[in-house]
């Protein structure tokens, strides 16, 4: 199966069908508090940039965000892909196309905030498979049990 990626309004019925999807897919993994969920209208903002992947027939199969925070400072939202495509590296293009865009943008660190527990473990070999390593609390996110954070330098990180 081929799968183009591109730069997209969330706006669409088959995007906000992915997002509702993604919303289905999470509600019983998490407590609802902890669960940091963009609205496809909160997406469709100016710092925020979706990416959506499509199938050789143009539906639509999965989406991601990068949402830009100032200071260098890029995260990850809102990936999902349909169970259907799972385990053909769909979410890996689209995580590979939010590293391109954050690195045209000039952000030195992305960041991202997941679940904990076996529901979000695919998602935690995701992230780690492309580079992102396990970190302490980032941006405005509670410490929880419930949150696992991550993060990748697109340049130097600092000395530590």
Not at 1 to 18: F, G, K, N, S, Y
Not at 38 to 54: G, I, K, P, Q, S
Not at 55 to 60: E, F, H, K, Q
Request: proline letters at 5%; charged letters at 20%; aromatic letters at 6%.
């Amino acid at each position: 199966m081929a799968i183009t990626i591109a730069v997209e309004t969330p706006l669409q019925a088959d995007v906000r069908a992915l997002v509702d999807a993604l919303n289905d897919h999470l509600l019983p993994l998490s407590p609802v508090e902890f669960q940091f969920k963009m609205t496809v209208e909160e997406m469709a903002n100016a710092e925020t940039t979706v990416f959506v992947a499509r199938d050789d027939t143009g539906a639509a199969v999965g989406c991601g965000a990068l949402k830009t925070h100032g200071g260098g400072i890029g995260e990850v939202k809102r990936m999902f892909t349909l169970p259907q495509v799972r385990g053909q590296r769909v979410g890996s293009a689209l995580l590979l196309a939010i590293v391109e865009a954050a690195k045209k943008q000039k952000i030195d660190r992305l960041l991202l905030e997941t679940g904990t527990g076996p529901g979000f473990a695919p998602a935690h070999r995701l992230y780690e498979n492309s580079g992102f390593t396990r970190c302490g609390v980032v941006l405005d996110y509670p410490d929880s049990e419930h949150s696992a954070f991550f993060e990748r330098w697109l340049a130097l990180a600092p000395a530590q």
